[in-house]
Every structure is written in C-alpha cells, then in structure tokens.
C-alpha cells in the first residue's frame, strides 16, 4: 500500500482498537498491580499505540501540507509528540509510584488538551470540498481539547475520545480521493 492516506486511516483504526485495551490495563494495573506477563502486555500496547499514533497523525500533515494549513500542522504535530512522549513514558516509568503516575496523567491531560484545541482550530480552517465536516469535527476536537485542560471534565473527553478517533479517520477517508486527486495533477519532474 503506497497511499499515506490509506496507511494513515488503518493506523487510525489500529489506535482506536489499542486504546480500549490501553485503558483496561490501565485500570486493573492501578488497582491490583503488575506482574510479569501484564507487564509486558501493557508495555506492548503503548507500542502498538505509540506506532499506530505516528502513522495516523501523519496523514493529518500530510492534509496540513496539500491545504497549506500551519495551524492544523502545528496542532498535529503538539498531539503527535504528546502521544509520543505519553506513550514512551508508560512503557519505561509503568513501574513508578501512583503519585508519578497521576502527576504524569495530570500533565498529559493538559498537554493534549491544548494540542487538541489547536489541532480542531486547524481543522476548522480548511477550504474546499471539506469544509463542512472538517468544521464539524474541529467543533469536537476543540469541545474534547477543553474537556482535557479544565481537568474536572475530564472524563467527557474520555467518553469522546473514540467518537473523536471515528470522526478523524471519516474525515481522512472524504479527504483521500482529493489527496489523490492532488498528486496525480502534479506535474513529473
């Protein structure tokens, strides 16, 4: 499969569907602990999180890219390293304290929280042909992202985060075909 797109909205999927086990570990690991084989399992999963989320994201700059969109580039960028660095922190520190480990969720929460507001904020200004939805989903994105920072109403954008995620790849999918659209009317060089 050559399309970024393509590969972006099958990453896509494949995060949505590692997140929900993500935070069932999450919750039976905080409360019983880990032993050996839930250890690993759960350090697997932020894995396949951590690559599914790169691989997804990107197809959103490469959507940055083909709008000429620095506020949606951007966005996606903060959220991409957020991921990254969220992820990269549960698979080395899963063993710290409950203490560390809220202090890192508060951080992530308001962290991701501003990247998502600006993430939607982008996605509100795109032109063309996608305009109507991706306002939409920039709506949900900006609701989710101010979820996240008031930290209090956190647990809506939990609630939102697999809507969010579905609202994403449908908006990468309507955007495939001018994507391919795109590169086939560039010239050869």
């Given at each position: 499969?050559?399309?970024?797109?393509?590969?972006?909205?099958?990453?896509?999927?494949?995060?949505?569907?590692?997140?929900?086990?993500?935070?069932?570990?999450?919750?039976?690991?905080?409360?019983?602990?880990f032993?050996?084989?839930?250890?690993?399992?759960?350090?697997?999963?932020?894995l396949?999180?951590?690559?599914?989320?790169?691989?997804?994201?990107?197809?959103?700059?490469?959507?940055?890219?083909?709008?000429?969109?620095?506020?949606?580039?951007?966005?996606?960028?903060?959220?991409?390293?957020?991921?990254?660095?969220?992820?990269?922190?549960?698979?080395?520190?899963?063993?710290?304290?409950?203490?560390?480990?809220?202090?890192?969720?508060?951080?992530?929460?308001?962290?991701?929280?501003?990247?998502?507001?600006v993430?939607?904020?982008?996605?509100?200004?795109?032109?063309?042909?996608?305009?109507?939805?991706?306002?939409?989903?920039?709506?949900?994105?900006?609701?989710?992202g101010?979820?996240?920072?008031?930290?209090?109403?956190?647990?809506?954008?939990?609630?939102?985060?697999?809507?969010?995620?579905?609202?994403?790849?449908?908006?990468?999918?309507?955007?495939?075909?001018?994507?391919?659209?795109?590169?086939?009317?560039?010239?050869?060089?």
């Open positions: 499969m050559k399309n970024p797109i393509q590969f972006g909205i099958i990453a896509g999927l494949v995060y949505l569907i590692s997140i929900l086990p993500e935070l069932t570990i999450e919750a039976v690991s905080s409360e019983y602990g032993d050996g084989n839930t250890q690993f399992l759960y350090a697997t999963i932020h396949l999180c951590l690559i599914s989320a790169v691989i997804f994201y990107r197809a959103f700059i490469l959507m940055a890219d083909y709008y000429f969109n620095n506020t949606l580039w951007f966005g996606t960028v903060m959220t991409l390293v957020t991921i990254v660095i969220y992820h990269a922190l549960k698979i080395f520190y899963d063993d710290t304290s409950e203490d560390v480990q809220k202090l890192m969720g508060l951080g992530y929460l308001l962290v991701i929280g501003g990247s998502t507001v993430f939607g904020y982008g996605l509100m200004q795109i032109q063309g042909k996608l305009r109507s939805f991706a306002w939409k989903v920039g709506v949900v994105e900006i609701a989710t101010i979820f996240c920072l008031t930290i209090v109403l956190a647990f809506f954008a939990l609630i939102l985060t697999v809507p969010v995620i579905l609202l994403e790849i449908a908006l990468l999918r309507r955007f495939l075909p001018e994507y391919n659209g795109g590169i086939m009317a560039e010239p050869v060089q």
